[in-house]
């Protein structure tokens, strides 16, 4: 098994365990050795994303369940079976090399293996919750970001791209604001890490997914949009030079808008 800074692993009878340095107690007391233990669990929990959710509670921490799966054209196909076992693995440290650059994302403390069919894997995930701090998508229609709030989240995710990471699925869904404040990017588990910061391409790439997640929302759910927010800003305040290129891409940027708008509506 390939070493992972900040885990160990163990093999268990249905595959193998990876945990949090410091978690193999709790999650041995939790059951998450036995690959029954997270089904059962996970088919009494809740809709959430790509499957159900379930939560438990280990030392003062509650922990969100899960089994992963694919998205995308992949996922009406494979479902929940991946190719590469390391692509499970990225669950575990693509977060932590997140959190070790300053990021706030939560941690990952357990992921459990199952090999089977032959080269392929299936995986259950451990990951810690951020109290009181659901996504600003199911927040929205409700209980919309106050403009403090919006500036937290944008400047969380420029924060991620300050650190180099590029996440290929930002959206409101995988955006929160805590009760003190500071916002959270969630499911890293598929972006890219670079070396470097972002450069202002991606970044406004970023940014534009985050407008889009906002106004199909909007859509969705019949509310009416807030034409105050001013994303740029939000994220790069004065910046000259994103400006002048966010400037650039205007109209290349509604085109894209347009064509996702039209597949709202089918």
């Given amino acids: 098994m390939s070493p992972l800074s900040g885990f160990s692993s163990v093999r268990v009878a249905d595959g193998e365990l990876w945990f949090a340095d410091g978690f193999e107690a709790a999650a041995r007391e939790l059951g998450l050795a036995e690959h029954s233990r997270w089904v059962s669990r996970i088919e009494e929990g809740i809709p959430g994303g790509r499957g159900k959710i379930a939560f438990v509670e280990s030392s003062g921490r509650r922990l969100a369940l899960k089994q992963l799966r694919r998205g995308g054209v992949a996922g009406s196909i494979w479902r929940d079976r991946f190719s590469s076992r390391e692509r499970l693995i990225d669950n575990l440290s693509i977060p932590k090399l997140a959190r070790d650059r300053g990021v706030a994302t939560p941690a990952a403390l357990a992921l459990l293996i199952v090999p089977g069919p032959p080269a392929w894997w299936r995986g259950w995930l451990a990951i810690e919750t951020v109290p009181n701090a659901p996504d600003l998508r199911k927040r929205l229609p409700t209980d919309p970001p106050s ?7 944008l400047a969380a995710v420029r924060k991620l791209h300050d650190a180099g990471i590029e996440h290929p699925d930002l959206n409101l869904g995988n955006v929160l604001v ?6 959270w990017v969630i499911d890293l588990d598929r972006s890219t890490v670079h070396d470097r910061p972002l450069d202002i391409d991606r970044r406004i790439d970023g940014i534009r997914r985050i407008e889009r997640s906002y106004l199909k929302t909007c859509f969705v759910h019949e509310l009416p949009i807030d034409t105050g927010i001013d994303w740029l800003r939000l994220y790069a305040s004065k910046d000259a030079s994103m400006a002048e290129r966010w400037s650039q891409r205007h109209e290349s940027d509604l085109t894209k808008l347009r064509r996702h708008r039209r597949a709202w509506r089918r």
């Fill in 147 to 153: 403009a403090a709030e919006w500036s937290d989240a």
């Fill in 178 to 183: 805590d009760a003190a404040g500071r916002g």
